[in-house]
T-cell receptor
Framework: EAQVTQNPRYLITVTGKKLTVTCSQNMNHEYMSWYRQDPGLGLRQIYYSMNVEVTDKGDVPEGYKVSRKEKRNFPLILESPSPNQTSLYFC?????????????FGPGTRLLVL | GENVEQHPSTLSVQEGDSAVIKCTYSDSASNYFPWYKQELGKRPQLIIDIRSNVGEKKDQRIAVTLNKTAKHFSLHITETQPEDSAVYFCAGRHAGGTSYGKLTFGQGTILTVHP
């Protein structure tokens, strides 16, 4: 089944404890992206990757890191999480920009930073 | 950078009525504008998109119109049904420069269709 998976789905952590949220897609998509969703603010792009080894900042990259060593994986790293990073995070992928841009979203990861 | 404003933030209609959601964008170089629907507790899903070389696109009860001169685009839903109730997001994608591929979303519109 073609899909985007994220792990973990729910995470409670404490300020300053490094964490990684994994994202994987099995559709051979070139484009991958991370978003955070907060009430009243919509979806805000954190980082995106046009292809392997190519990553770029979105609108809210501060406090996050990403890597794209393989086509299928795009992990989101929070080196020192803070309470303002409490949010719902979505990973998404699309075949290719600009050829086929429909983004397929993962199920989301709900993060609480205490 | 690109700024996408979406209005209204909430919209309530009676079943069978039409619903219109509007978005404005700031970057005249943006050339791709998708609309996503997010049902409660679920992930966003694309419902329709339009490119800057097209003025209008329709898919059954859903249509999107684009005015490049005014830098705004709108989602039109006709004959609304209760299952259309959801949050709708517009977005604009940068077309060039160092931000090529960056996607900026609007703040979302909560659409409620009353039976």
């Amino acid at each position: 089944e073609a899909q985007v998976t994220q792990n973990p789905r729910y995470l409670i952590t404490v300020t300053g404890k490094k964490l990684t949220v994994t994202c994987s897609q099995n559709m051979n998509h070139e484009y991958m992206s991370w978003y955070r969703q907060d009430p009243g603010l919509g979806l805000r792009q954190i980082y995106y990757s046009m292809n392997v080894e190519v990553t770029d900042k979105g609108d809210v990259p501060e406090g996050y890191k990403v890597s794209r060593k393989e086509k299928r994986n795009f992990p989101l790293i929070l080196e020192s999480p803070s309470p303002n990073q409490t949010s719902l995070y979505f990973c998404a992928s699309s075949l290719s920009v600009p050829i086929q841009e429909t983004q397929y979203f993962g199920p989301g990861t709900r993060l609480l930073v205490l | 950078g690109e700024n996408v404003e979406q209005h209204p933030s909430t919209l309530s209609v009676q079943e069978g009525d039409s619903a219109v959601i509007k978005c404005t964008y700031s970057d005249s170089a943006s050339n791709y504008f998708p609309w996503y629907k997010q049902e409660l507790g679920k992930r966003p899903q694309l419902i329709i998109d339009i490119r800057s070389n097209v003025g209008e696109k329709k898919d059954q009860r859903i249509a999107v119109t684009l005015n490049k001169t005014a830098k705004h685009f709108s989602l039109h839903i006709t004959e609304t049904q209760p299952e259309d109730s959801a949050v709708y997001f517009c977005a604009g994608r940068h077309a060039g420069g160092t931000s090529y591929g960056k996607l900026t979303f609007g703040q979302g519109t909560i659409l409620t269709v009353h039976p």
